[in-house]
Nanobody, 124 residues
Framework: QVQLVESGGGLVQAGGSLRLSCAAS????????MGWFRQTPGKEREFVAAISGLGGRTSYGDFVKGRFTISRDNAKNTVYLQMNSLKPEDTAVYYCAAVSGAYIPIVQYDYDHWGQGTQVTVSS
């Protein structure tokens, strides 16, 4: 069982930056694809980014447009989401997710493990 704990959310002005972190339990972190999703009230979770187990492959949601970067440190069992040029529409609860294997899913239902989420609020 993988347990995920997000941190790094908060309030930031438009144009600012935040770095989210997700710490994972377990000794096989590199076996998991790690993803970030976000959700606003009344909407389904939206794919933000994902990274393969060894970090060699990444995938991003269309809206990211070069503003966000996902990375991981397998020695620290942690995945990061660096978010730059934030916009008010990026306001959401951001969730970390994990699934074992090599395929990088972009649909929430394909992920097996989830964190509790961290709130990101971007003011205009």
């Amino acid at each position: 069982q993988v347990q995920l704990v997000e941190s790094g959310g908060g309030l930031v002005q438009a144009g600012g930056s935040l770095r989210l972190s997700c710490a994972a339990s377990g000794r096989t972190f590199s076996h998991y694809v790690m993803g970030w999703f976000r959700q606003t009230p009344g909407k389904e979770r939206e794919f933000v980014a994902a990274i393969s187990g060894l970090g060699g492959r990444t995938s991003y949601g269309d809206f990211v447009k070069g503003r966000f970067t996902i990375s991981r440190d397998n020695a620290k069992n942690t995945v990061y989401l660096q978010m730059n040029s934030l916009k008010p529409e990026d306001t959401a609860v951001y969730y970390c997710a994990a699934v074992s294997g090599a395929y990088i899913p972009i649909v929430q239902y394909d992920y097996d493990h989830w964190g509790q989420g961290t709130q990101v609020t971007v003011s205009s």
